[in-house]
């Protein structure tokens, strides 16, 4: 399975982003896509996960600003990113965990948040 992100780029503190991750194959029943991020000198973080069935988990940092929503018919799912935060800083990368416990990573988008 391939995933391609995109979406990244350069916004102001306050702005606002998309990412888009689109998968090389049908979004499956139990499967769950998930958007993690990782800044410079830390650890990869899980920011926002969504399965099959529509259930939404967020980080703390995130909740109330970020949305994770799918689109099955273009086997896609998004990040909505809303009051961006120079802590938002990081490269973005979207994952699908299988149901039979394959993981699959996207090249990961940057996301400069500038104050």
Do not use: H
């Amino acid at each position: 399975v391939q995933l391609q992100a995109s979406g990244g780029g350069l916004v102001q503190a306050g702005g606002s982003l998309r990412l888009s991750c689109a998968a090389s194959r049908s979004i499956l029943s139990r499967d769950v896509m998930r958007w993690y991020r990782q800044a410079p000198g830390k650890q990869r973080e899980l920011v926002a996960t969504i399965t099959t069935g529509g259930t939404t988990t967020y980080a703390d940092s995130v909740k109330g600003r970020f949305a994770i929503s799918g689109d099955d018919a273009e086997n896609t799912v998004y990040l909505q990113m809303n009051s961006l935060k120079p802590e938002d800083t990081a490269v973005y990368y979207c994952n699908l965990l299988t149901r039979i416990g394959e993981n699959y990573w996207g090249q990961g988008t940057q996301v400069t948040v500038s104050s």
